[in-house]
Antibody
Framework: QVQLQESGPGLVKPSETLSLTCAVS?????????WSWVRQSPGKGLEWIGE???????NYNPSLKSRVTMSLDKSENQISLRLMSVTAADTAVYYC??????????WGKGTTVSVSS | DIQMTQSPSSLSASVGDRVTITCRAS??????LNWYQQKSGKAPKLLIS???SLQSGVPSRFSGSGSGTDFTLTISSLQPEDFATYSC?????????FGQGTKVEIK
């Protein structure tokens, strides 16, 4: 059974870059199709950030596209998220998920990121 | 973007009750609709994909129906472990979008 674990700094200063990593275990990321990032702001619903295919193709939410970069490292079996120029509105729990067949069927536990000076 | 609207936003029910949650899309999404369960402080869990396909390991008391713009998640007999927030998500077009969630609470 695939397991995902997000990691990264819990606190980021405004205008800086948020960088998160999602380590995948129990399966190779090369066996999946797409890998997604989703976030949830305090008390709010879920927001899809984007996805990356095992061959490197990406799709991003247009609302974040100018600030987002996703990548994957097959040798390390992990995916990464970078979000530039963060503001308080980017404070959220960030999840990575295995996505394939147009569904997200495996999720990490999430990592909380706060944006504050 | 396709807007997903759930109703109600919250409900109170008793163990054994039949519970129905509705999700409406702002445009047709055929059957490209997933349902997730999220317990407090936990990650979402996929329950149903493609509007009505129950995921492996999910109890049969959960069912989904609908197509086009209107969808329903039904819990036939609510169990204590079902108290959670349920969210729909369209996978028809990017950006994929979620409903605001329906919180199911104990009456």
């Amino acid at each position: 059974q695939v397991q995902l674990q997000e990691s990264g700094p819990g606190l980021v200063k405004p205008s800086e870059t948020l960088s998160l990593t999602c380590a995948v275990s129990g399966d190779s990321i090369s066996n999946g199709d797409w890998w997604s990032w989703v976030r949830q702001s305090p008390g709010k619903g879920l927001e899809w950030i984007g996805e990356i295919h095992l061959h490197g193709t990406t799709n991003y939410n247009p609302s974040l596209k100018s600030r987002v970069t996703m990548s994957l490292d097959k040798s390390e079996n992990q995916i990464s998220l970078r979000l530039m120029s963060v503001t308080a509105a980017d404070t959220a729990v960030y999840y990575c998920a295995r996505a394939g067949g147009y569904k997200m069927d495996g999720w990490g536990k999430g990592t909380t990121v706060s944006v504050s000076s | 973007d396709i807007q997903m609207t759930q109703s109600p936003s919250s409900l109170s029910a008793s163990v054994g009750d039949r519970v129905t949650i509705t999700c409406r899309a702002s445009q047709t999404i055929t059957n490209s609709l997933n349902w997730y369960q999220q317990k407090s402080g936990k990650a979402p869990k996929l329950l149903i994909s493609a509007a009505s396909s129950l995921q492996s390991g999910v109890p049969s008391r959960f069912s989904g129906s609908g197509s086009g713009t209107d969808f329903t998640l039904t819990i036939s007999s609510l169990q204590p472990e079902d108290f959670a927030t349920y969210s729909c998500q369209q996978s028809y077009s990017i950006p994929y979008t979620f409903g605001q969630g329906t919180k199911v609470e104990i009456k």
